[in-house]
Nanobody
Framework: QVQLVESGGGLVHAGGSLRLSCAAS????????MGWFRQAPGKEREFVAT????????SYLDSVKGRFTISRDNAKNTVYLQMNSLKPEDTAVYHC??????????????WGQGTRVTVSS
């Protein structure tokens, strides 16, 4: 099992930036893909980005491509989500998650408590 703690959320104006962090403990961090998901008020949770075990491969939700960057530091057991050019529709609670299956077959079964991002227009 993996314990995950997110941080870095907050209130920002449209066009601004935030950097989310997710600190992991438990299983060997470099052995599993990591993902970021978000849930806006009244909406289903949606995938935002994922990164492979080594950090060499990434995938993004179409609406965040070119604005968000996922990265990881395996020495620090931390995954990041750099969010630039934020829009009001990015407002949500953001959760990081750890996959129990390798890249290409991800299944996320460990989740953090989330960090709230609010983007004002």
């Amino acid at each position: 099992q993996v314990q995950l703690v997110e941080s870095g959320g907050g209130l920002v104006h449209a066009g601004g930036s935030l950097r989310l962090s997710c600190a992991a403990s438990g299983r060997t961090f470099s052995s599993y893909p990591m993902g970021w998901f978000r849930q806006a008020p009244g909406k289903e949770r949606e995938f935002v980005a994922t990164i492979s075990e080594s950090g060499t491969r990434t995938s993004y939700l179409d609406s965040v491509k070119g604005r968000f960057t996922i990265s990881r530091d395996n020495a620090k057991n931390t995954v990041y989500l750099q969010m630039n050019s934020l829009k009001p529709e990015d407002t949500a609670v953001y959760h990081c998650a750890a996959s129990k299956k390798p890249w290409g077959r991800e299944e996320y079964d460990d989740w953090g408590q989330g960090t709230r991002v609010t983007v004002s227009s």
